[in-house]
């Protein structure tokens, strides 16, 4: 019943990296739930697999080249790693004891914890992750799943439900699509993966992801934080939208980004000065309903926040205004087309791209038309695509200002 995907490659001499996930995640537990769900990733790792606790397994495997990571997400969960040719036999069997002897272990449990406090009262002083924190609780809708974990948090964490709940996580191979890519050859590495793969035994359960009502709030909205002693200022604006989840639509936001990237260096960084780098990106989701979110990061002294905020603003308007000139049109084809050649030859690119393609039902066929897509884009979809996205009536702005 697990699905497998194999594409054997020569791009690295002796490279072989793998992922698999389905959805699930932290979003399938109950709110008193959560930090039980969230924490139970890290205490796993902490505690090992079968005979060995986390210490004895990284001296087992400290002259292999096997690594194995497991990850528990809000609506997915998912296991990746790497080998070398001759180590590939130990990364199944770490795949093989994920699944299936997950290790307690109450020393590792207090070691976790006490790990996590450290990290908790270092965060709390840090203005940039207390900015981020806060970016990131706004926008959630002030979710309880978004919001920063506390010290006093911590009392709440039992060891075994952590326990309890990743091997819940990890208990179905079924669920999972597992990708191997690399220097592989194919009769030699089926019999190990029906072995170690197809030998977990399995209820072949599938689980969606599921709405737990995160939404980012509705219209603008302006917020400042005031943390640290730094003289400069940092500045998230954020544009949140509707979107339909498909592999083209993906493309010409990633166009329209390359434009506005390169339009938001040359004016901010060049013509208005005293910007501590700029740049711009999405985070597209399907999950649990579509959407994108724009954000765009500059640093900058405080006394220049609003002029450059402005300028911003300005070369957003600017494109959907005029959309693109040839010469930008012709940087951001080239751009594409460049880095697709390099793309074609990483095993890291095949691997996302096929793990992409089965996650969300796309089709690997894509690839054989996104020269085309690339070539038919012309400087007047700029203006539909900024219009589209870049609503000025959904623009969150925040900013984190020294305290002097």
Request: charged share 30%; hydrophobic share 35%; glycine share 6%.
């Amino acid at each position: 019943g697990v699905k497998v995907l194999l594409k054997p490659t020569d791009f690295k001499n002796d490279e072989i990296i793998f992922k698999a996930q389905c959805f699930g995640g932290t979003s399938q537990y109950s709110d008193a739930d959560h930090l039980n769900a969230e924490f139970s990733n890290s205490v796993q790792d902490e505690s090992g697999y079968g005979k060995f606790d986390a210490t004895a397994l990284e001296k087992y495997l400290q002259d292999k080249t096997a690594r194995l990571y497991t990850g528990v997400g809000l609506y997915e969960e998912s296991l990746q790693g790497n080998s070398n040719k001759k180590d590939v036999e130990t990364l199944l069997q770490l795949i093989h004891l994920a699944f299936t002897k997950p290790r307690k272990d109450s020393v590792a449990f207090m070691s976790s914890m006490d790990k996590q406090r450290a990290f908790l009262q270092n965060r709390g002083s840090d203005p940039e992750q207390v900015f981020q924190d806060t970016i990131g609780y706004c926008l959630s809708g002030y979710h309880y799943s978004a919001r920063p974990t506390t010290e006093a948090d911590l009392k709440n964490v039992k060891q075994q439900r952590c326990n309890a709940i990743f091997k819940e996580r990890f208990s179905d191979p079924t669920d999972f699509t597992f990708i191997f890519v690399g220097s592989f050859n194919l009769d030699e590495i089926k019999p190990l993966i029906e072995s170690y793969i197809g030998g977990i035994s399995s209820s072949t359960k599938r689980e969606t992801a599921k709405d737990i009502g995160i939404k980012a709030p509705k219209g603008k909205l302006n917020k400042v934080v005031v943390k640290g002693n730094e003289p400069r200022s940092s500045v998230n604006l954020v544009w949140t939208n509707t979107f339909e989840y498909n592999r083209k639509n993906r493309f010409e936001v990633q166009a329209l980004m390359k434009l506005l990237n390169i339009k938001l260096r040359e004016n901010l960084r060049e013509d208005k000065g005293g910007v501590y780098g700029v740049g711009i990106y999405p985070n597209i989701y399907s999950v649990p309903k579509p959407g994108i979110m724009i954000t765009c990061v500059f640093s900058c002294a405080p006394e220049n926040v609003a002029k450059l905020i402005a300028a911003v603003n300005e070369e957003i308007s600017d494109v959907k205004k005029n959309g693109s000139n040839d010469e930008n049109l012709k940087k951001v084809k080239e751009g594409f087309l460049k880095e697709r050649e390099l793309q074609l030859k990483e095993n890291n690119f095949w691997l996302n791209y096929m793990a992409q393609s089965d996650m969300y039902n796309e089709s690997l066929d894509d690839l054989n038309v996104f020269d085309q897509w690339v070539n038919s884009l012309k400087k007047e979809d700029f203006k539909r695509l900024a219009s589209a996205y870049l609503l000025e009536n959904e623009l969150k702005q925040f900013v984190l200002n020294p305290e002097k």
